[in-house]
């Protein structure tokens, strides 16, 4: 089974690269982000006929979360992260299937920091520890994909000395994602490659992509189930190569049978 996650900064002006990857590179089950369309926007018809259902929450001009799936049980389960009936950001979705529970999100970015967007970022983060926790207790097999605007170490980003002031970087930040991955949830990609140096972004500034000088801050987390069903995974780096591509590039995993 083979899962992704992938920021496709607008799933309308990117639809040709999105259907392009999901044709070459046929993951079973997607996470996408930043949608930057409304719900009646969301492009369905061309995402049935690469042989996908998806359910979706979309936002006008920004924000906007999605799952994909290949498997004819996709069921949405809730939209909208707990905690604070007044946040009408469309940033997490969750669904069940193929016995799989997947958790689709898209953390606040939070600049500049300090400030407003910052403490929401904080606020977020807190939710999602606190739904995390609540998803551990009931036992079931999950991933929590998504673009958490967040690199958790100096390995995850290019000259970290840069980005000491960033909200993506700060210690508050890295110490929130510290203790939701503590609560007992695998970072998939850094089980599979403890030390090395892996981006999942790119600025389209300053030539970064061909420079390589990138960002780790998309991520998939995986529950006490999935830890020892995870075999292979790595990011589609050629994907953020290809014209008008996204900034991020698809990471993926995956799990054996049970």
């Not at 403490?119 to 673009?147: E, I, N, S, T």
Request: with cysteine.
């Amino acid at each position: 089974m083979k899962i992704a996650t992938y920021n496709v900064n607008g799933v309308n002006g990117r639809l040709p690269v999105l259907l392009r990857w999901l044709k070459e590179y046929a993951p079973d089950v997607v996470c996408l982000q930043e949608l930057k369309a409304p719900d009646e926007k969301f492009p369905l018809a061309a995402i049935n006929e690469a042989g996908y259902h998806a359910i979706w929450h979309g936002q006008k001009s920004w924000n906007g979360i999605a799952i994909l799936s290949r498997y004819d049980d996709l069921k949405e389960l809730s939209r909208g992260l707990p905690g604070d009936p007044d946040d009408l950001h469309s940033r997490y979705i969750e669904a069940i299937t193929n016995g799989l529970v997947v958790g689709c999100l898209y953390l606040p970015n939070g600049n500049p920091a300090p400030g407003p967007k910052f403490d929401y970022k904080l606020q977020w983060f807190k939710r999602l520890q606190k739904h995390a926790a609540l998803m551990l207790k009931h036992d079931v097999p999950m991933v929590l994909a998504g673009d958490y605007n967040v690199m958790p170490t100096d390995l995850d980003v290019y000259k970290p000395e840069r980005w000491l002031d960033d909200a993506l970087f700060r210690p508050e930040v890295k110490n929130a994602f510290k203790a939701l991955v503590a609560q007992g949830w695998t970072d998939a990609i850094r089980k599979l490659y403890p030390e090395e140096k892996i981006y999942t972004f790119w600025d389209y500034f300053r030539n970064a992509y061909g420079r390589d000088a990138g960002l780790r801050i998309d991520h998939l987390l995986l529950s006490t189930h999935l830890e020892g069903r995870l075999v292979n995974g790595g990011v589609d780096k050629e994907v953020r190569g290809w014209e008008k591509s996204s900034d991020h590039a698809p990471v993926w995993i995956e799990l054996s049978e049970k």
